[in-house]
C-alpha cells in the first residue's frame, strides 16, 4: 500500500509569492495532519482534520496560512504571500482513528525555500 | 502543558552495541501513547514504536524496545546491536487523548545518534 504522498518534494520561490503543497494520506485513513519543522522551533502541528473536517488550527502561524481538505484522499496547504521565514520543511502525515494510540504516519516532507 | 523532554543532543555507539536514547514526558492526563521516530539525513520521518500510556508490557519492535517507566514518566528507546544505518536524528513524541477527541503529537528536540563502525 502507497504511503502519504506529498508533493512537491522541493519549491524554490520569491518572496511575495503563492505557495501551495499537497498531501494524498494513506488510503482509509481519516485523519491528517501538517506538521512544519524547523532548527528553532523543531517539529510542530500547524493543523489537523478529522474526517476532512479542521479540528485544531491553532498551530497555523498567521492568516497568510491556509490548509483545505475537500476530500478524504487529498489536503492543500496554501501560504500567500510567502515569506523567508516560512523555509522550512513541511510534512504531512495521516492515521486510522482518533485517539492516542493512533500511528500517525509521516509522508517524506517538502522542502520550502523562499528567496 | 503536555512536554516532551530528550536531553540527549547527541549519542555515540559503537557498532553491534546497544544503546540507550532518554525521553521523559509531561502530562495530567492518564490516556496518551508515546512514540518514537526516525528521521535519516534523507529527511523523512519514520515511525518505530509505540506505547501505550495503559499498556502493561514494554513495546518491542525488532532491535528496538521501549522501556516505559510510568512512574518516572520516562519513554526510553533502546536500540540493540546498533548498525551504521542506525545512524540519525530520534525523536520521542506523545499523544494525549482528550477525551475521545483527536490529540496531535507533540514532539521532543531529538537525539541524533552517530554508530561508528
Known amino acids: 500500500d502507497a504511503g502519504v504522498i506529498q508533493s512537491p518534494r522541493h519549491e524554490v520561490t520569491e518572496m511575495g509569492q503563492e505557495v501551495t503543497l499537497r498531501c494524498k494520506p494513506i488510503s482509509g485513513h481519516n485523519s491528517l495532519f501538517w506538521y512544519r519543522q524547523t532548527m528553532m522551533r523543531g517539529l510542530e502541528l500547524l493543523i489537523y482534520?478529522?474526517?476532512?473536517?479542521?479540528?485544531?488550527d491553532s498551530g497555523m502561524p498567521e492568516d497568510r496560512f491556509s490548509a483545505k481538505m475537500p476530500n478524504a484522499s487529498f489536503s492543500t496547504l496554501k501560504i500567500q504571500p510567502s515569506e523567508p521565514r516560512d523555509s522550512a520543511v513541511y510534512f504531512c502525515?495521516?492515521?486510522?482513528?482518533?485517539?492516542?494510540?493512533?500511528?500517525?504516519?509521516f509522508g517524506p516532507g517538502t522542502r520550502l525555500t523562499v528567496l | 502543558a503536555q512536554k516532551i523532554t530528550q536531553t540527549q543532543p547527541g549519542m555515540f555507539v559503537q557498532e553491534k552495541e546497544a544503546v540507550t536514547l532518554d525521553c521523559t514526558y509531561d502530562t495530567s492526563d492518564q490516556s496518551y501513547g508515546l512514540f518514537w521516530y526516525k528521521q535519516p539525513s534523507s529527511g523523512e520521518m519514520i515511525f518505530l514504536i509505540y506505547?501505550?500510556?495503559?499498556?502493561?508490557q514494554n513495546a518491542t519492535e525488532g532491535r528496538y524496545s521501549l522501556n516505559f517507566q510510568k512512574a518516572r514518566k520516562s519513554a526510553n528507546l533502546v536500540i540493540s546491536a546498533s548498525q551504521l544505518g542506525d545512524s540519525a536524528m530520534y525523536f520521542c513524541?506523545?499523544?494525549?487523548?482528550?477525551?475521545?477527541?483527536?490529540?496531535?503529537?507533540?514532539f521532543g528536540k531529538g537525539t541524533k545518534l552517530s554508530v561508528k563502525p
Open positions: 482534520f478529522n474526517n476532512n473536517v479542521p479540528i485544531d
Open positions: 506505547q501505550g500510556s495503559y499498556d502493561e
Open positions: 502525515a495521516s492515521s486510522f482513528e482518533a485517539g492516542s494510540t493512533d500511528t500517525q504516519y
Open positions: 513524541a506523545m499523544r494525549v487523548d482528550y477525551g475521545g477527541s483527536q490529540g496531535n503529537l507533540i
